[in-house]
């Protein structure tokens, strides 16, 4: 057995940490990059947001029949953007789960609005989870949700995000398993979700 001596990265994310001022920084920019590399969006214009406006339009289901190459590039991408999200980037983490639902059949729409979150990432690849030990916080939680948003079948999207030390440790969104009836009931079960993963920790 070795010991290596203080861990810099694990499983593709970086880990800078400063124990006299008791900080720790965790992001996934080399990996970004690679990925950004490997699907050739390196030269694009960075973009500022992780879906564009009125995006809702094109968040339906394909009708006709994406080619089995087209699936296997769409699923290759969304797969990436997948471990980034999980990973170390909530920010993206809307936007990958809504297109993740059309992998088995993405239009050329969906294949456009993953590499639109790719050309975003590209501009914020060295953005990180700072967590301050000396003047962080308690644990936060905050959640919140839509009503009815997905076209297909009236189901509302739920989102929640617990930090502590002042930065995020867990996050989440996804489709509610049952169609809500009112706004109250779409936020009522977007904020048990939360509490079940409050009362795990």
Not at 22 to 30: A, G, H, T, Y
Not at 63 to 82: D, K, V
Not at 138 to 163: P, R
Request: with cysteine; glycine share 6%.
């Amino acid at each position: 057995m070795t010991d290596p001596g203080e861990i810099d990265s694990y499983l593709g994310v970086n880990i800078t940490r400063d124990r006299s001022v008791k900080l720790l920084e965790i992001d996934q920019s080399r990996y970004i990059r690679e990925i950004v590399n490997r699907f050739r969006m390196s030269d694009v214009n960075p973009a500022r947001t992780p879906l564009p406006s009125g995006v809702e339009t094109h968040l339906v289901k394909y009708e006709e029949q994406a080619s089995a190459s087209e699936i296997r590039a769409y699923q290759q991408i969304i797969g990436s953007l997948l471990y980034v999200q999980i990973g170390t980037r909530p920010d993206i983490s809307f936007a990958v789960s809504r297109l993740a639902q059309y992998a088995s059949n993405p239009s050329p729409q969906h294949v456009r609005l993953a590499k639109y979150i790719l050309a975003y990432l590209s501009g914020t690849a060295d953005l990180r989870l700072r967590y301050d030990g000396a003047r962080g916080e308690g644990l936060h939680s905050y959640s919140d949700s839509s009503l009815g948003d997905q076209a297909d079948d009236y189901h509302s999207t739920l989102g929640y995000v617990f930090l502590l030390a002042n930065a995020a440790i867990s996050w989440c969104s996804r489709k509610q398993k049952t169609v809500a009836q009112s706004t109250t009931q779409a936020e009522y079960m977007a904020l048990a979700e939360a509490a079940n993963q409050a009362a795990w920790y």
